[in-house]
């Protein structure tokens, strides 16, 4: 065997060892990817799950509160009319007692212009104030009704403030947890970062958003909040003005543009997107800009 061929038979081994090492090196890098991967999905899945139970809640609470609350309007309403209807009977007695002393003061003259009738008008007389105190009686158990229907009215206003406050808290924890999901969105929003090398797994694209449907009217609101941070802002607008996932609102300050916002998760009243800034203007948005679907 000749030095030449010796010194090839080195050269390859030499290669071949130094190409394993690449091996192994590209097969663990594009390993711990593919775990980075799954970790974030996973998640991702539970916090849409998370979501949903608090949606579900929300919902449940908010039904719940308005059951109660149509409730405690139907009591006040009746109590409200039973209350008219004992002032009404109240006003009655009053009138009621007044002729009644009429009465007695009209047969106390009799009985004193007339001797011969003062037995008579006396057993009168004691039968009209017999029926004063009867009414007395009766006034008082009103009265004593009508105090304890302003304290049933009274209990039921604190427990409707009660239920105004729950669902504050409520819609606070909501609040919440939409800015927990967008956080954990982000990622997937700007994608992994691109290796040097190809992928074990075949790369099939980033998720595109759904082209945007035109409105025949364009839709007109302010900027509440913007997370500069996060790229995100929610808008005064929600699911009862038309508005809906995948939208693009333009974000305008005077006669200025200042970017883009793609809707990502709408609420009833309110709506958070996605800011899409640009280069073209050197601005930043803010609570307060104007947003519509149309320039």
Known sequence: MSTLTKILIVLLTLSSIFLCGIVVTYVANAADWKKQHDDLKREYILAGEDKKTAEEQLRQRT?????????????LARLDSKLQDLQVEFTNAEREEA?????????????????????????LFEAAQAEVAKLLAERTKRVQKLKETEDLLIEKMVQIE????????????????????????????????????????????????????????????????????????????????????????HVARGDDFICDILIVDVDTETAVGELKLTEVTKKQPKAGDKVSTEL
């Open 99 to 123: 002729r009644l002393r009429q009465e007695v003061t009209d047969m106390a003259t009799v009985v004193q212009t007339a001797n011969q009738t003062a037995q008579q008008q006396t057993k």
């Open 162 to 249: 009660t239920l105004v406050t729950e669902k504050k808290r409520l819609i606070e924890e909501k609040t919440e947890l939409e800015t927990r999901l967008a956080k954990l969105l982000k990622p997937f929003e700007e994608g992994p970062t691109i290796p040097t090398k190809p992928p074990v797994t075949p790369d099939k694209g980033k998720v595109k958003p759904v082209p945007i449907a035109p409105t025949a009217i364009a839709l007109q609101g302010l900027i509440t909040k913007v997370d500069l941070k996060n790229s995100m802002a929610e808008i005064s607008i929600g699911q009862v003005d038309g508005v809906k996932e995948g939208m693009q609102f």
């Open 63 to 75: 039904n719940d509160y308005e059951e109660l609350e149509k409730d405690l309007k139907d009591d």
